[in-house]
């Protein structure tokens, strides 16, 4: 059984593929005035030149996962010495590569991922548009430009993305559990999340309104903001913590360990 967001929750296709590209233009162009030795703010703890490598790896990752590349082994380090010019358009052109496959294929056309439950071409388009995303935010902020907005569809896909995918499957298939059994809700923009973690496993699950009574916390705040607080992007002040505060930082730091 394919498990995709639920309907309130799934962006259209075309729409995702459309925002891959404006997400890309942006990344490059906060680029122009910005130092390749520049740390990102936030838990990644790149440089802007680590970030924009590591993203182009991450696409080529993708077009080797569906088929249409073999993986290079050089795709996640670095070269030495490398100008910001070299490593951007090397995301440029892994980018336009991958876009340009999205488009031969149909989204619900079959193929690997690293998600069990979602064996999809669609898999591939949510998940490079929600890197690209979130490493165009480091980038602008390394840069000291505004941060774009993120719309709130996407803010929502993208919790549920780091929530189910990251922390419900990847953190267990690393092998990590939680120190602490702690149970901690999730609430946006009337849509709702309940994190179980266990000493065995970290389940989420979409909840409805309201049945958050029993959680140990309770996470709250605007779509983008709470997005960007779970890929590690922005501090505690900009959401709304309420209750055990020892449950949100195991939650947090569970996350740097998924999306590591």
Do not use: K
């Not at 890197?131 to 980038?139: L, W």
């Amino acid at each position: 059984m394919t498990l995709r967001p639920p309907a309130d929750l799934t962006i259209d296709t075309g729409r995702m593929l459309e925002l891959i590209g404006v997400e890309g233009q942006l990344l490059t162009a906060a680029t122009h005035d910005v130092h390749p030795d520049a740390r990102v703010p936030g838990a990644s703890g790149r440089t802007v030149a680590e970030t924009i490598w590591f993203l182009g790896g991450q696409c080529e990752d993708a077009l080797t996962w569906l088929g249409a590349s073999e993986q290079d082994a050089s795709a996640w380090v670095v070269p030495d010495p490398a100008s910001l010019r070299e490593v951007t358009g090397r995301f440029t052109a892994r980018l336009a590569e991958l876009l340009a496959e999205f488009g031969t294929r149909p989204p619900e056309d079959a193929c690997p991922t690293w998600w069990p439950e979602e064996h999809s071409v669609r898999f591939w388009i949510r998940r490079v548009l929600h890197a690209t995303a979130v490493h165009r935010v480091d980038v602008q902020g390394a840069a000291g430009v505004p941060r774009t907005g993120i719309d709130v569809d996407v803010a929502l896909d993208g919790i549920d993305e780091a929530l189910r995918l990251w922390l419900g499957y990847r953190l267990h298939a690393l092998g990590i559990h939680a120190t602490r059994p702690c149970v901690v809700g999730v609430s946006t923009a009337g849509a709702d999340w309940l994190v179980r973690a266990e000493a065995n496993r970290t389940t989420v699950q979409r909840t409805a309104p309201g049945e958050h009574v029993s959680a140990d916390a309770v996470l709250s705040g605007a779509p983008e903001q709470l997005y960007l607080w779970l890929w590690g992007r922005l501090p505690d002040r900009e959401i709304t913590t309420e209750g055990d505060q020892d449950a949100t930082a195991q939650l947090w730091a569970l996350l740097r360990l998924a999306t590591r």
